[in-house]
């Protein structure tokens, strides 16, 4: 059992990584409101818990996320930890890209988490405790060929994450980014993710190999999902989380090499940079 049994509200529990984290915080005893748009997947993943509370969310539906939120209020008392972790890849070049598709990728990935925090931090201010984990990944740290609108929707979160937390730290509540490398998850499989329709012939070559390497890694990532739950449940429990978690050794290899690129650009421009002011400050 948990020392100090929380309420832990997960979203998208109902595969991937939302579920194995919801299993690994059952295990330790905590309470889990896991939710997802069906809550049939969710059941079929998670079974029946006297400390599992199942419920619908669409995290882009205002009238979900107040429901799902105040049913969980009704049934546990409390929300200690909210995961942000529903997602979706929408994979492809920009130009190919439609409105539509993009706006999909940000009201899912961006604006959902938005609506969904912003929906439990009155819960954590009355409460002067909470832990707020947005689950970002290797693209929100460096914007990749392909991954125009993913990462676009990741650096999104990771800017609103680390500007909130000042807002909200005096209030007892913690926040911590997670930014996963590759999973072996369903994250790429077709429920997840979607792709561009071929329609510039100037692409085509890159199109191929670009798809061709996200389908090819589909089941085959290094990283192991159960372990990254354990990690979370375990960073949860710290009197002081981290603000980030950087998760898998192909997403330590990004950010030192992002550390690098950002250092090699500052230092050919520094002199031009600190040159900019007005003469009489």
Do not use: C
């Amino acid at each position: 059992m948990a020392k100090n049994k929380k309420v832990w509200f997960i979203t998208g529990a109902g595969r991937g990584m939302g579920a194995e984290i919801a299993k690994v915080a059952l295990a330790n005893g905590n309470q889990v409101v896991a939710t997802g748009r069906n809550t049939n997947n969710v059941k079929a993943v998670l079974g029946n818990d006297e400390n599992l509370f199942i419920v619908k969310l669409d995290i882009t539906n205002s009238s979900d996320v107040n429901t799902a939120v105040k049913d969980a209020i009704a049934k546990f008392g409390k929300i200690d930890v909210l995961v942000n972790n529903a997602s979706n890849f929408y994979g492809g070049y920009f130009e190919e890209l439609t409105p539509e598709q993009i706006n999909n990728q940000l009201e899912t990935t961006l604006i959902g988490p938005m609506n969904i925090t912003r929906a439990v931090l009155p819960i954590m201010r009355k409460q002067s405790s909470g832990h707020i984990i947005s689950i970002s990944s290797g693209a929100g740290i460096s914007g990749f060929e392909f991954n125009t609108a993913y990462a676009a929707s990741k650096f999104g979160l990771e800017g609103w994450m680390e500007s909130l937390q000042p807002e909200v730290s005096p209030f007892g509540i913690n926040t911590t980014i997670v930014n996963p490398g590759m999973f072996r998850t369903g994250f790429l499989n077709e429920k997840s993710a979607k792709y561009a329709e071929p329609t510039i012939n100037d692409y085509n070559e890159r199109r191929k190999i670009s798809q061709g390497n996200f389908e090819s890694q589909n089941g085959n990532q290094a990283g192991d999902p159960v372990k990254l739950a354990k990690a979370i449940v375990d960073i949860s429990n710290e009197e002081q989380p981290p603000l980030r978690f950087i998760a898998g050794e192909d997403a330590v290899e990004i950010v030192e090499k992002k550390i690098s690129d950002f250092q090699s650009q500052l230092n050919a421009y520094r002199e031009l940079s600190i040159s900019l002011s007005h003469d009489d400050v």
